[in-house]
């Protein structure tokens, strides 16, 4: 009787055990299948490599003097232990000395990232956490109204974000005051989002990856010198079709009639 009674809790035991580690796996699965739009810290690696590299230990996090950083937790929808930031509650404030990232002891925030070649010195300004995006359905500049709230919050200012003019025809009197970002002076510090006047902001930080298209290797840009160099190496590829084999006069007669 007892042989059984130990066998049945045993089971028991082992029931709970297996639908417990069932639903820390699932909170496990949710919490690092939510992660693409995540901001890091500055020097951040790849988030595949930044996963594999950080160790949660929470020093940049401590080492922030603006409580810009925040550790995730539980319920976060984001891997747990590592640090990320929300622009729009407290962005980046660039700090010139980039506290967060000397103290990394792993590498998962990258110093070489944000150190300036020439000087050899830790360089803010050429950090990438992320690009500003601009919704411009609902920035009310785009409507007309003067609104430079994101330019002037900006700390590259005058190169990250600029202004563009364009005459408003539907006054005839005014002009838009369009914000225009530039990827490739923009560190994705948030500071824009958090200054946007309005209620859900319409400039936001997403990573990088997320905010950027991408062409693809065979367009080249004529006008760009350094990028025309990646034809010296090209080879030409012809593609032969049915169609082709004919002339393009011929290929319309064969068509027939369009109307």
Known sequence: MTDRRNFLLNMARSIGLAG???????????????????????????????????IKCGMCVEACPYDTLLLAKPGDHKPIGTPYFIPREIPCYMCPDIPCVPVCPTGALDEKSVTDEKTGELDI????????????????????????????????????????????????????MKPIVHSDHCTGCGLCERACVTEKPAIFVLPRENALGKAGDYYIKGWDKEDEQRLKNAEAKTTTTEISKKSAMDSLNDIGDLY
Request: proline fraction near 3%; aromatic fraction near 10%; include cysteine.
């Open 20 to 54: 417990l580690a069932g639903l820390t796996w699932s909170a496990y699965v949710d919490e690092v299948t939510a992660s693409t739009l995540i901001l890091r810290p500055p020097g951040a690696l790849s988030e595949d490599d930044f996963l594999a590299t950080c």
């Open 125 to 176: 300004n050429i950090a990438d956490m992320g690009l500003a995006v601009i919704d411009d359905e609902s920035c009310i500049a785009f409507w007309g109204i003067q609104c430079d709230a994101c330019y002037r919050a900006c700390p590259i200012f005058g190169d990250a974000i600029t202004i563009e003019y364009e005459k408003n025809e539907r006054t005839g009197k005014h002009a838009f």
